[in-house]
């Protein structure tokens, strides 16, 4: 089965410093999906963040970007310029498949919660 | 317009109580999910349909029914409603073929006293 683990629960940045926040999983299969989602206060799921598999260019997203190792099962948010605004409950999430079936869906890690200090 | 919507944003109700929740996506997805955040945070799928078809139900008790009236609408009915389904369940949805992940709605946090 197809695990996430995010093994830091909890993280804090000074504002304008970077941060990188550390994700592994674990699978069989070849072809997937990588994502981050942030969840703020408000509770409501952002995505960030996607990488695919077959893909050996890290994706990066304005201050946003990923340290994708395939070989080593990891897949690391790093975060430039931290703002107030990147504090969040911070998830990283596996997809194998987009193409329906059983196998269609996210499976999360557990969450890093990211404070972001003045 | 918001994408997916849920309602209630908050729903506080007495054990035994039955209830539901309703969601719908305005982004022409095909498939469309529940997801139950617990007291840690952590996220996992109850369901998913596919053009109304049910395609995963991951060992929830069968108090818990979806009903997926068209592609668009994805609603969650709970009978019988106990302590432990007080969480936060989310509603999401996807488009096959397209590899931009989930969009998920807004949230309903549901209490049961």
């Known amino acids: 089965a197809q695990t996430v683990t995010q093994s830091q629960p909890e993280m804090s940045v000074q504002e304008a410093e970077t941060v990188t926040l550390s994700c592994t999983y674990d699978t069989s299969e070849s072809d997937y999906y990588l994502f981050w989602y942030k969840q703020p206060p408000s509770r409501q799921m952002i995505l960030v963040i996607r990488?695919?598999?077959?893909?050996?260019q890290n994706a990066t997203e304005n201050r946003f970007s990923v340290n994708f190792q395939k070989a080593a099962k990891s897949f690391s948010l790093k975060i430039s310029d931290s703002q107030l605004g990147d504090a969040a409950m911070y998830f990283c999430?596996?997809?194998?498949?987009?193409?329906?079936?059983?196998?269609?869906?996210?499976?999360f890690g557990t969450g890093t919660l990211l404070a972001v200090q003045p | 317009d918001t994408a997916v919507s849920q309602t209630p944003k908050y729903l506080v109700t007495q054990m035994g109580n039955d209830k539901s929740i309703k969601c719908e996506q305005n982004l022409g997805h095909d498939t469309m999910y529940w997801y139950k955040q617990d007291s840690k945070k952590f996220l996992k799928i109850m369901f998913s349909?596919?053009?109304?078809?049910?395609?995963i139900n991951e060992t929830v008790p069968n108090r818990f029914s979806p009903k997926s009236p068209d592609k668009a609408h994805l609603n969650l009915h709970i009978n019988s409603l106990e302590l432990g389904d007080s969480a936060v369940y989310f509603c999401a949805s996807s488009r096959e073929g397209e590899g931009y992940g989930y969009t998920f709605g807004s949230g309903t946090r549901l209490t049961v006293v």
């Open positions: 349909y596919n053009n109304k078809e049910l395609i």
């Open positions: 990488q695919e598999a077959y893909k050996q």
């Open positions: 999430a596996y997809r194998i498949s987009f193409y329906g079936g059983a196998t269609n869906k996210l499976i």
